[in-house]
């Protein structure tokens, strides 16, 4: 069956806030301009918002560029910072840093404590009502490129597909989807984005990008432990001082806390466990008071892209750009993203616009990255560059040069510090490496894989073919067994990766439970051997996140 075909002025791949902001301002600009621009979006996720996963405290700054009035509006914005405060743990207590020590970057006031879930899907109202065509449970599966070389839209993938490859009884052939200029904003290591880098050479200049896996939990607590607007975050233990990581707790509305923890995907030790970190983290005596009686609701977990300004790929190339956390558009030392991805949206929307109403398509967007050179996103992603190039040299060291960068400097140093390699080059050999006991979870507090994965209402229809390819098969075993005692069975934090020996002198194998997949990617960027690629299942399939 032949894959049918739309036109449209811009396409869009993905429904999160860069992806939106852009559909929005160009809506905008076609009504101040009164020229018809038509505008689709796609999203994997079954819905708006299904997919997305952050902590999250959202300075609202690019939003009220955006959207001026969107209080007045009902944006999901109800929880104002009320107030900050930042321990450094130890493994039986800690101490409060005083506000005044704290770099400017780590104060939230007028800032909002969010899901992120939502804003998105309140921000699909608004583009929806500016006359932008969303298409939720549609994945973007597949780049084309016209005769030119230029990129002139996606694919969506398959739908009904068996696990043999072959076309089911419900098979439906994807459909194609054209643009004048096409917008990639699929978040954290996007698939998509992934291939645009190598075909482009994007990354030519750049440094290597690193990452983080944000792994999270939504409680329901005692209104005796709720504070609206209270936001924690914590640096040192459960982390060694040489692994970067901390834990946050956001408390919404409702008596509704976000709990979570970041560990940045350039560990050293393949015994770390992300999720059994993050686990750990909440028996702290400074944070597991606050769920005393309390009950969890909801699971998930989401790399991010963390390098900052010196491993932002290029933005554009023939026929389109990237947005959002897919070129790496988060500032790690503010911990914050969803307002750098809504401005770059606008940014991208705005070059856009102007190559659309000059009869341009399919060229590169160069004033696109000229404007984000002048842009207040620019200064502030300047201003934290060296963040985590400082972070990488140890907890104690790296804060100590840091707050001399932000106070003494204020973010202007004279020097750049660089990356040195990407995050999956970094694990040692188990052998060399010290093995980590984790407590069993109680299940009141800490808990295990599964039952967390339920908490995300992930569902994956079994007879397709498996999203987490192999380029190679025997490497599972034969090096990363071997050589680095099989990490993906402990960075996964949904149990997907398993080792079994099915008998006394069986060979072991893994087996790849795929239809547990959340979708963080970070078995994409973490595999030692860049064996593991991550490409799209069936569209609405994965996460279905309720207010993270």
């Excluded at 996720?45 to 939003?63: K, N, Q």
């Excluded at 992120?116 to 994945?139: D, H, K, M, S, T």
């Excluded at 439906?172 to 482009?200: S, V």
């Excluded at 995300?456 to 990363?480: F, G, M, R, W, Y």
């Amino acid at each position: 069956m032949e894959r049918e075909a739309m036109e449209f002025d811009v396409v869009i791949v993905g429904g999160g806030p860069a992806g939106l902001a852009a559909a929005i301002r160009l809506k905008q600009l076609a009504t101040e301009q009164a020229r018809e621009v038509s505008v689709c979006l796609i999203e994997k996720g079954a819905e708006i918002g299904a997919h997305i996963l952050s902590g999250a405290v959202m300075d609202p700054r690019a939003l009220t560029e955006l959207l001026p009035h969107w209080k007045e509006d009902g944006a999901p914005l109800n929880a104002p910072v009320s107030e900050d405060r930042f321990f450094m743990l130890g493994e039986s207590d800690g101490f409060q840093i005083p506000n005044w020590a704290l770099p400017k970057c780590f104060h939230n006031e007028g800032n909002h404590v969010i899901s992120l879930g939502n804003v998105c899907r309140w921000l699909g109202q608004q583009a929806e009502a500016l006359g932008v065509e969303i298409y939720p449970g549609f994945a973007g599966a597949e780049v084309l490129v016209d005769e030119n070389g230029a990129v002139k839209g996606v694919a969506t993938g398959d739908m009904g597909v068996l696990k043999n490859g072959e076309p089911g009884p419900n098979y439906q052939p994807g459909m194609e989807l054209h643009g004048k200029y096409t917008f990639f904003a699929e978040g954290c290591r996007g698939h998509l984005g992934k291939q645009l880098e190598a075909k482009f050479n994007l990354r030519d200049g750049a440094d290597p990008q690193t990452y983080g896996i944000g792994i999270k939990e939504l409680w329901e607590i005692k209104p005796e432990h709720h504070q609206p607007g209270l936001v924690i975050h914590t640096g040192g233990w459960p982390m060694e001082p040489d692994t970067y990581g901390g834990g946050f707790l956001y408390h919404l509305e409702n008596n509704q806390v976000a709990v979570g923890f970041v560990v940045g995907l350039g560990y050293s030790n393949p015994y770390l466990s992300p999720f059994e970190e993050f686990q750990r983290f909440k028996t702290h005596p400074k944070i597991r008071g606050f769920f005393e009686g309390g009950k969890r609701i909801a699971y998930g977990a989401r790399a991010l892209a963390a390098g900052g300004l010196q491993s932002l790929p290029k933005l554009t190339f023939p026929g389109g750009v990237l947005l959002g956390d897919d070129a790496g558009f988060l500032n790690a030392s503010r911990i914050k993203g969803s307002h750098c991805a809504i401005k770059s949206g606008a940014l991208g929307a705005e070059a856009c616009f102007a190559a659309l109403a000059a009869e341009r398509s399919r060229d590169e967007l160069t004033a696109y990255p000229e404007a984000f050179r002048q842009s207040w996103l620019y200064d502030e992603l300047y201003q934290a560059r060296n963040f985590k190039p400082w972070m990488a040299k140890g907890l104690k060291l790296g804060s100590l040069m840091f707050g001399i960068d932000q106070v003494l400097f204020r973010g202007k140093a004279p020097w750049t510090l660089h990356h040195t390699g990407p995050d999956h080059a970094k694990l040692k050999p188990a052998a060399s490496c010290r093995p980590i006991a984790y407590a069993k979870p109680d299940g009141v507090l800490t808990f295990d894989r599964l039952s967390s994965v339920f908490l995300s209402n992930t569902n994956h229809e079994e007879d397709q073919p498996c999203h987490l390819q192999l380029k190679d098969p025997d490497v599972p075993i034969a090096i990363n067994l071997a050589r680095y005692d099989a990490p993906e069975q402990r960075y996964c934090p949904a149990g997907v990766y398993e080792i079994l020996r099915d008998g006394q002198g069986e060979q072991p194998r893994l087996q790849i439970n795929a239809q547990n997949c959340v979708h963080c990617k970070t078995c994409d960027i973490k595999d030692p051997t860049q064996n593991i690629n991550w490409v799209t299942p069936q569209g609405g399939e994965g996460p279905a996140y309720p207010n993270m």
